[in-house]
């Protein structure tokens, strides 16, 4: 395996993309050649129109197992299990984000019984203009 690693390194194909069609149409006269780049001819071929593709398929890629679970090899190598272990963490999520909103509006109803609501026209015709000094009084003598 060692001595073949030059070999397995080594890149078999390029997409090669050009400002200009010159500099394609270039590429595509020197079929003839005898250029090499890392001792293997070059070999140039025209890619198809992107109206050509068939957009629907593209979920599908070469190896692809028309099994629903792949996660029996290998489940990082899955593109299936993947989704699954991502919409299973994003599920996870929402639950736990429900249960604390929960957890909260049991709170504030908590808090509303403790501190409930009072009518403060009445407050202001008991104490009047005072009602900052017995606010004040009171919470230096309760500390």
Request: charged share 25%.
């Given at each position: 395996m060692e001595d073949d690693?030059?070999?397995?390194?080594?890149?078999?194909?390029a997409f090669i993309i050009f400002e200009e069609e010159e500099g394609a149409a270039q590429a595509l006269k020197t079929v003839g050649d005898d250029?090499?780049?890392?001792?293997?001819?070059?070999k140039f071929t025209q890619a198809s129109e992107p109206t050509d593709?068939?957009?629907?398929?593209?979920?599908?890629?070469p190896g692809f197992d028309s099994e629903i679970?792949?996660?029996?090899?290998?489940w990082g190598e899955s593109r299936v299990c993947r989704e699954?272990?991502?919409?299973t963490f994003v599920i996870i999520a929402l639950c736990l984000s429900f249960f604390f909103i929960l957890w909260l509006a049991s709170l504030e109803k908590k808090?509303?019984?403790?501190?409930?609501?009072?009518?403060c026209n009445d407050i202001e015709s008991t104490y009047g203009a005072s009602l900052e000094e017995y606010?004040?009084?009171?919470?230096?003598?309760?500390?």
């Amino acid at each position: 395996m060692e001595d073949d690693y030059d070999s397995l390194i080594r890149p078999t194909a390029a997409f090669i993309i050009f400002e200009e069609e010159e500099g394609a149409a270039q590429a595509l006269k020197t079929v003839g050649d005898d250029r090499k780049l890392m001792g293997l001819p070059l070999k140039f071929t025209q890619a198809s129109e992107p109206t050509d593709i068939i957009w629907e398929n593209r979920h599908f890629y070469p190896g692809f197992d028309s099994e629903i679970f792949c996660c029996r090899k290998d489940w990082g190598e899955s593109r299936v299990c993947r989704e699954i272990i991502g919409y299973t963490f994003v599920i996870i999520a929402l639950c736990l984000s429900f249960f604390f909103i929960l957890w909260l509006a049991s709170l504030e109803k908590k808090f509303g019984n403790v501190f409930p609501a009072r009518n403060c026209n009445d407050i202001e015709s008991t104490y009047g203009a005072s009602l900052e000094e017995y606010a004040y009084f009171d919470y230096v003598f309760v500390k």
